[in-house]
């Protein structure tokens, strides 16, 4: 008889799991048809911070190019470029202005979530963890950021930019928010290099040409964006050299001999500047969403996003180019966000009041 019973309750049990589930599959079955509705035949914007042909600009072409088929409904994606202050302005076209309907996403500089989080500047209008986070495409673990110089520079090693009364090195620079302008300042003061910026380019293929016209003697910029846009810095002939990595714990595999800034720190204060302003190098190309867009829409485009980025195809088109792909969803790039936030005060105003002087480099 008591058999009988637990079996009874073993199989109501049995059936109430087995409803329980079909009417969650029913819901999510619902939710993927009311986001296919959505997005067929629409077209979802793209929006990239920097001109054609950059590193941020190839990463968010070649996700164009697989991200819909991905998404349910398989909407069109188009690509628009939005250059403006390090792409500033497209950080706070896609958090202010940009429709909150899952019809646009975008990626700006790295730097731009940690311009959010240190605040006092008036023209970052963006709560950078408000953002609908889709992730970052690369969380550098094959890119590295490193300071080229022409091989006829004045200055050719750390340690020329670092005597006293010498010479500075010249570099090429966007505006403030871009990295390219920001980490000679912060290697400035932790490192104790002498350099001098000319900033105000359009882009990064205007500092390229700005090198080659010796208007300037170098630049910082990513690994792959000179593997896309300038092969040749890398061949040994090439008229650049490497002076030091950015943004690494250890060095690149391809740069054994160039020392990060890490090593180069000259006291333990110095060494925890630097490792808080390179905590944006995991989230080495960013892309979000505005935020308020539904819930499940933004789910949809994380998951898409994600997927395109491991996706066979993408991969190896992304090998052929030389750009690093090791994508992270968007509550990993959150935590990060997160991380930064939770920097002692003293130590984000310190980086603030250095990032503020990057403003009004000349």
Request: glycine residues 8%; positive net charge.
């Amino acid at each position: 008889m008591l058999r009988r019973q637990a079996l009874g309750v073993a199989t109501f049990a049995m059936c109430a799991l087995g409803a329980t589930l079909a009417v969650t599959a029913t819901a999510q079955t619902a939710r993927a048809d009311a986001v296919a509705d959505f997005y067929k035949g629409k077209s979802v914007q793209l929006i990239v911070g920097y001109g054609p042909g950059g590193g941020y600009d190839v990463y968010a072409r070649i996700l164009s190019r697989y991200m819909s088929k991905y998404i349910p409904g398989n909407p069109n994606i188009v690509v628009q470029n939005m250059p403006g202050a390090g792409s500033l302005v497209a950080a706070n076209y896609i958090y202010n202005v940009a429709p909150k309907d899952g019809t646009v996403f975008g990626t700006f500089a790295r730097n731009m979530p940690l311009l959010s989080v240190l605040g006092g500047n008036p023209a970052v209008k963006f709560d950078a963890r408000k953002f609908s986070w889709l992730g970052s495409a690369s969380s550098y673990q094959e890119d590295s950021y490193i300071m080229w110089v022409r091989k006829d520079a004045t200055v050719q090693s750390v340690a020329d930019a670092q005597k006293p009364g010498g010479p500075p090195v010249v570099l090429g620079g966007t505006a403030e928010g871009a990295t390219g302008n920001d980490v000679p300042v912060i290697l400035r003061d932790a490192l104790g290099m002498n350099i001098k910026q000319i900033v105000g380019y359009p882009d990064s293929n205007a500092i390229f040409l700005a090198i080659e016209r010796k208007e300037v003697e170098g630049r910082t910029t990513d690994l792959s964006a000179v593997r896309t846009n300038r092969p040749e810095y890398l061949k040994p002939d090439s008229y650049v050299r490497a002076l030091l990595q950015f943004g690494r714990a250890t060095r690149h595999p391809d740069f054994p001999d160039v020392p990060t800034a890490r090593e180069l720190a000259k006291d333990e204060k110095s060494r925890s500047l630097i490792e808080l302003t390179e905590l944006p190098y995991v989230l080495s190309r960013p892309f979000v969403a505005p935020p308020g867009i539904p819930a499940d829409r933004a789910q949809a485009l994380e998951k898409a996003f994600i997927a395109a980025y491991k996706d066979p195809e993408l991969v190896a088109e992304a090998n052929k180019l030389g750009i690093g792909v090791s994508p992270i969803g968007g509550k990993e790039a959150l935590a990060l966000i997160d991380k930064i936030a939770a920097a002692p005060q003293e130590q984000r105003d310190y980086v603030r009041s250095l990032l503020n002087e990057s403003k009004g480099a000349k």
